[in-house]
């Protein structure tokens, strides 16, 4: 299975943008896409993100 880098960017209650990479395959749903980068801010030390899938800004890189 071929695996792209993708970057979800979430916005925070800080008012700053947290960005993540997500490897997946091309194809992926971006909504399994934005849950992999939301959860991985929520086990961060970093101020909550918000949960909402239409306020992350999701796109592949190369």
Do not use: K, N, S
Not at 30 to 48: I, N
């Amino acid at each position: 299975m071929d695996r792209r880098c993708w970057l979800v960017a979430l916005p925070a209650i800080d008012g700053r943008q947290y960005v993540y990479r997500v490897y997946a395959p091309e194809d992926a749903l971006r909504a399994d896409l934005f849950w992999d980068a939301w959860h991985c801010h929520d086990e961060g030390p970093h101020p909550r993100a918000y949960d909402v899938f239409d306020a992350a800004e999701i796109e592949r890189t190369g």
